[in-house]
């Protein structure tokens, strides 16, 4: 498989790192990097670049264009759709809620020519999955989004191939791994949102901004995606009440604890009298709920049918590395045969 990376961000480099480790074993020596393409340039190599190497070029600050095999500034996606010469494009390019671009454009352009497209880019997924999914189906190739859910949780890949067959009644889910920790933190050192938030952070684990976690959008546009594409909706943002963690107080904490409850931070989509019911708030939980064990910097999605039953995930680390690893894995199910399309 020749592949073309779009987007060298923190988990485009982590990409390239784990494709270099990978590439050590023979088992993966048919998959090679040919194209790496930044803001202002890019990297080609015919035979496959060494990803390690280029890894170790661009934690330096270096400018992609002046790499020393292959890297050129007029290297960039028209370069590409020139060439013609990938069969998986990996699309990491910074996410635009908004419109979408510049991801959307590429996406469409690429599965017109029949070839694969990996992302972990919420934006297009969000606005344009449907159009994209069918694009895909109609030409014959895959659309991997299993990193826009969660990263290393594999919440779409067990939503379309293990409940398949299967009508999927209500997607439940603690999909934000920063406010499960701050939650956590609160509830274990008996402190007030903004001393656990602080403690978050100083981590790594929550953004220097942390308003679309903690507020709840983040899980929003997670539960979307899954309800569009695991329930065949065409919903929108404006769809989802959403409320956030931030008004939440040690003595509600500690109340719910007294109780035998945890709170957590639920996004749910619900089918009630035909209509599909989408929320985002915290909830308390018992014991005996699947969510209450998920704790830190997990995730969890149960999945409610009408013939396989319930179905819980569990674990999904977050960070570059899981996410990278989650656009890996996609590659690796696509090159086996596995396909994501649900015929949407």
């Known amino acids: 498989m020749r592949i073309a990376l779009i987007g060298c961000g923190g988990v485009g480099k982590s990409f390239l790192k784990l494709v270099g480790e990978k590439n050590k074993n023979p088992i993966n020596k048919e998959l090679t990097i040919n194209y790496i393409i930044g803001s202002k340039g890019g990297i080609y190599d015919d035979k496959g670049v060494n990803c390690l190497e280029v890894a170790k070029f661009l ?27 990938i069969d998986i494009l990996i ?73 398949a067959g299967a009508e999927i009644l209500s997607i439940e889910g603690i999909l934000n791994g920063s406010t499960n920790f701050i939650l956590r933190e609160m509830a274990e050192s008996k402190v007030e949102y903004p001393e656990a938030l602080e403690k978050a952070q100083k981590l790594g684990i929550a953004e220097t901004d942390p308003s679309l976690d903690v507020n709840g959008w983040d899980t929003a546009s997670k539960l979307l995606i899954l309800t569009n594409v695991l329930m065949g909706k065409d919903k929108k943002m404006e769809d989802i009440t959403v409320e956030g963690i931030t008004n939440l107080n040690v003595e509600d904490i500690t109340t719910a604890i007294e109780n035998g409850e945890k709170y ?12 599909h019911i989408m929320t985002v708030k915290p909830q308390r939980i018992k014991s005996d709920h699947p969510l209450y064990g998920v704790e830190g910097k997990n995730k969890a999605v149960k999945y409610t049918s009408d013939i396989l039953g319930d179905l819980t995930v569990i674990g999904g680390a977050s960070g570059t590395l899981p996410a990278a690893a989650s656009i890996y894995r996609d590659i690796i199910n696509i090159m086996r045969g596995y396909k994501f399309s649900n015929g949407n």
Request: glycine residues 12%; hydrophobic residues 35%.
């Open 91 to 163: 699309e990491l390019t910074p996410t635009n809620k908004d419109t979408g671009e510049p991801a959307i454009t590429y996406m469409r352009r690429v599965l017109k020519k029949r070839i694969h497209v990996v992302t972990g880019n919420k934006g297009p997924i969000l606005l344009a999955y449907n159009e994209l999914n069918t694009l895909a189906s109609k030409n014959g190739v895959q659309l991997g989004i299993g990193c826009t859910t969660g990263g290393a949780l594999p919440s779409i890949n067990a939503g379309l191939i293990d409940m």
């Open 264 to 275: 957590k931070l639920i996004g749910m989509t619900q089918v009630k009298d035909g209509k």
């Open 59 to 85: 934690e330096l600050n270096n400018k992609i264009y002046e790499y020393p095999h292959g890297g050129k500034r007029e290297i960039n996606f028209e370069y590409l759709m020139e060439k013609m010469d």
